[in-house]
């Protein structure tokens, strides 16, 4: 998800609300986050950094010499911290974080969740994208738009029959929701009676969740179509799991007390007090290192390379990279781009691949970098009467500023609300003709295919909002692609991006569900619920999208992304062929989940923790 580039302008000049971090080479963030030896010229001793071996930016490494490392975790993101939180609940290990990004402490951005990243991009057919990816503490966490729902339990069923393990399936998943979610009340404290099911929910658990808090003027409007129309039923509860996730409900966000709950500000808060603990930022990893074979052949992955995050200082070692090494496992949680361009730098993957950029292939597995899937969405964007929607809220900028106080001082108002208030989820009807052909992608009957979402606002990724006019956008995403894409290095360099071919829209499933997709939405809109509001479609390719070779060229021109193999891992999430070597992140999923990513790493990571426990 996404939002608008002059916004976030607005907020960065407010100097008092952001955060200009030191150009550290490397830094070791406390959880507390008191303290800092940021750019001192009287580096603490040796004994001072052991004492304050997570909170401090300083310009030394010498305080990895402090402890014995069992666990080093590439990473600070979703899965990341929730492994650091739980494995650090044994005081015998300690557990090192490496995290490429910088810190999420007084990033606005991160904190209100109204905002979110910035994303600029320039096309389909034939266009290049900007490829999300959260650098920070907390990871994407720290940057999405806080849709929490935890897939269908027919997601988790086909990974434990695809994995061989049936602990990924459903019946057994369903536990980690209560260690996990702390449901909390709205912002607002208003009455929350038939907007959720309290019994699908935790209570206590790490991560607050929560529903909307301020009311937007198009909220009775959805209710009402909901009531209108029998294909968008009102759904009570929109959490997934135990409950089918289609039709249209109110959202649940990753928020608490109109502030954004990452895995950073509950996870790895919740270890504040632990010394076992140490978190790097800045930190970045080049590659793994091969630390010896086991008697039964597996090539041992117990160390790990970095350096300085390029725009940083340089390390004490200077231009050369630091190797930590793990006494017990190296878990990779970099995410399905990060953590496939690990492997292959480090000599796992395609053998072809490899050979190509003179990197020694060390384990020859081909599904790295294979199987690449994501969600796409498709913003619908009509123009509406009146002057209630927030676009003359974001055109003014006595408005943002009177917002953003509102915000800093109180934790209400507009940015301590999500974007939406409403979204649900739909399928493809069973006698649709392009199940003629190929077979439904779906895990069952019971998880969609596309998912809507309303906002009361102008939203194009990459587009800036017109000088004038008031919008709704009802946005299309695809749950259940099946285009496959690949994720391979440029070259031997790990500071170069990585070459991502998402090959988004290349199955007919896939354009007929977006279609099909654009079709109900207008359906949605006719509805007499908004009959005095909707005036029509906003932009000419819209509105000439009529028919099924219209509405293509214009899916094709304006879908954008929204956010990999499994055949690499085995059940427990070990790496094939290795030792020591574990991948605890959204690339373990051989399929996209039928929800919003998050909420599903978390269970995995929970999961995971236990999994890495029990064999250790």
């Known amino acids: ?221 959805v209710l009402a179509t909901t009531q209108q129309l029998a294909e968008f039923p009102f759904n009570e509860d929109m959490s997934g799991g135990d409950r089918s996730l289609l039709g249209i409900g109110w959202l649940q966000s990753s928020a608490g007390g109109g502030v954004r709950s990452s895995s950073s500000t509950s996870y790895l808060a919740a270890a504040n007090g632990r010394p076992n603990l140490t978190v790097l930022i800045n930190a970045y990893v080049t590659k793994l290192v091969q630390t010896g074979n086991t008697a039964s052949g597996l090539k041992s992955f117990r160390a790990v390379q970095f350096t300085s995050s390029p725009g940083t200082a340089s390390t004490p070692a200077g231009n050369r990279p630091i190797t930590v090494n793990a006494r017990k496992e190296v878990i990779l949680s970099a995410g399905s781009v990060g953590t496939t361009q690990i492997l292959q730098l480090s000599g796992i993957g395609n053998q072809a691949d490899l050979n190509a950029l003179n990197i020694r292939t060390i384990i020859n597995n081909p599904s790295v970098g294979d199987n690449l899937s994501d969600h796409t969405l498709l913003p619908n964007i009509f123009s509406v009467q009146g002057t209630q929607s927030f676009d003359h809220v974001l055109r003014d900028a006595n408005q943002v500023s009177i917002q953003v106080n509102d915000w800093v001082t109180n934790k209400t108002g507009m940015l301590a609300n999500n974007v939406v208030n409403h979204f649900g989820f739909a399928r493809i009807p069973s006698n649709a003709s392009i199940f003629q052909t190929v077979a439904d992608p779906a895990p069952g009957p019971t998880s969609p295919h596309w998912e809507i979402i309303a906002s009361n606002f102008y939203f194009n990724p990459g587009f800036s909002l017109p000088p004038t006019g008031s919008f709704m956008t009802v946005v299309a995403v695809l749950i259940r692609p099946t285009s496959r894409g690949t994720i391979k290095l440029k070259s031997s360099n790990p500071f170069d991006k990585p070459l991502i071919d998402p090959k988004y829209l290349t199955t007919d499933f896939d354009i007929f569900t977006m279609q099909e997709a654009v079709k109900a939405i207008n359906r949605f809109v006719a509805a007499p619920a908004w009959s005095d509001y909707v005036i029509g479609p906003y932009g000419s390719n819209f509105a000439a999208a009529v028919d099924d070779a219209s509405i293509e060229t214009y899916v094709r021109g304006l879908t954008t992304p929204s956010s990999t193999p499994s055949e690499r891992l085995n059940p427990d999430l070990k790496v094939k062929g290795t030792d020591g070597l574990r991948i605890v992140d959204a690339s373990i999923f051989p399929f996209v989940p039928s929800s919003h990513t998050q909420g599903p790493v978390y269970l995995l990571a929970e999961r995971a923790s236990d999994i890495i426990k029990a064999q250790n």
């Not at 971090?21 to 008191?34: D, Q």
């Not at 557990?95 to 991009?121: H, N, R, Y």
């Not at 269908?152 to 209560?178: A, F």
Request: aromatic share 12%; charged share 15%.
């Open 1 to 221: 998800m996404y939002f608008t580039t002059h916004f976030l302008r607005w907020i960065s000049s407010v100097s008092h609300l952001t955060n200009a971090f030191p150009k550290a080479s490397l830094a070791c963030n406390r959880v507390s986050r008191r303290r800092s030896f940021a750019g001192r010229d009287d580096y603490p001793s040796l004994a001072t950094l052991c004492a304050h071996i997570r909170l401090c930016h300083y310009w030394r490494y010498a305080h990895l010499l402090c402890v014995q490392i069992y666990y080093s975790l590439r990473a600070a993101g979703n899965a990341g911290l929730v492994l650091a939180n739980r494995l650090s609940e044994d005081p015998t290990v300690s557990v090192l974080v490496l995290e490429a990004g910088v810190s999420d402490q007084g990033v606005i951005a991160a904190e209100a969740p109204f905002l979110g990243p910035t994303l600029t991009l320039n096309g389909m057919n034939g266009r290049t994208f900007a490829y999300p990816r959260g650098r920070l503490l907390g990871g994407s966490s720290s940057a999405n738009y806080l849709f929490h729902q935890y897939g269908t339990h027919e997601d988790w069923d086909k990974l434990g029959s695809l994995s061989g393990d049936p602990g990924w399936s459903w019946s057994n998943m369903r536990q980690y929701i209560q260690k996990h979610e702390k449901f909390v009340p709205p912002a607002d404290g208003h009455n929350t009676t038939g907007q959720f099911i309290p019994s699908l929910h935790g209570f206590n658990g790490v991560t607050s969740v929560s529903l909307p808090a301020n009311n937007q003027t198009i909220d009775h409007r």
